[in-house]
């Protein structure tokens, strides 16, 4: 079993739609929680980070951990063409930046 | 936010040969990181590139194939040596932000081996 698991799609929703992106992981160790954006041909580009559980909102995007379930999201609100692009999960129990472990990324298709 | 460009962008080389990738960072870092990202799957770890010393690797990964360089705070280069097909892949540089313990990440490398 993989230590984070991500859906690889591709998921397509029309514009204006709420998207949902979710990861699980198997580590309990796991504390620091990343989202990851990155275009084709692009290096990801970090969209949110946050430590332990709850909730983090920045203008469109909330990310959401649940520790007791392993699981986490990042919301998307309003979804333009321009948020298509992969998503990358990534977490770390230490914030050593060598311990993240990345998912294999979600592409999203937001369509006109 | 750091903001990290590399060279080349993109090549394709024949087996057997060697490339150096550049990473150049805007500003002084501690910390820069390569990885591997091969279509459909994860980023990997390949070593971990510190100022004065020797890098740091990865299982799986070794100085003679992946020789890395970090000559000062903003600059490093990986190798890749006696290249195969099976290292065709995107080769990224990292870095992490002293401030927030954040990593960013340069565009990438898009590596071609036939």
């Known amino acids: 079993q993989k230590e984070v698991e991500q859906d690889p799609g591709p998921l397509s929703v029309p514009e204006g739609a709420i998207v949902s992106l979710n990861c699980t992981y198997s580590n309990s160790a796991f504390q620091y929680f990343m989202w990851y954006r990155q275009y084709s041909r692009k290096g990801p580009e970090l969209l949110m980070y946050?430590?332990?559980?709850g909730n983090k909102e920045d203008g469109r995007f909330t990310a959401q951990v649940d520790k007791s379930s392993k699981y986490i999201s990042l919301f998307i609100r309003d979804s333009q063409p321009s948020d298509s692009a992969t998503y990358l999960c990534?977490?770390?129990?230490?914030?050593?930046?060598?311990?993240?472990?990345f998912g294999s990324g979600t592409r999203l298709s937001i369509r006109p | 936010s750091a903001v990290i460009s590399q060279k080349p962008s993109r090549d394709i080389c024949q087996r057997g040969t060697s490339l150096t990738i550049q990473c150049q960072v805007d500003?002084?870092?501690?910390?820069m990181f390569w990885y591997r990202q091969q279509p459909g799957q994860s980023l990997t770890l390949i070593a971990t590139?510190?100022?004065?010393?020797?890098?740091?690797?990865e299982s799986g990964f070794v100085i003679d194939k992946f020789p890395i360089s970090r000559p000062n705070l903003t600059f490093s280069t990986l190798t890749v040596s006696n290249m195969s097909p099976e290292d065709s892949s995107i080769y990224l540089c990292s870095v992490v932000s002293g401030a927030s313990n954040e990593q960013y990440f340069g565009p990438g490398t898009r590596l071609t081996v036939t």
């Open positions: 990534a977490m770390s129990a230490s914030s050593s930046a060598s311990k993240i472990i």
């Open positions: 590139a510190n100022q004065g010393s020797e890098a740091t690797y």
């Open positions: 500003s002084q870092v501690t910390m």
């Open positions: 946050t430590y332990s559980s």
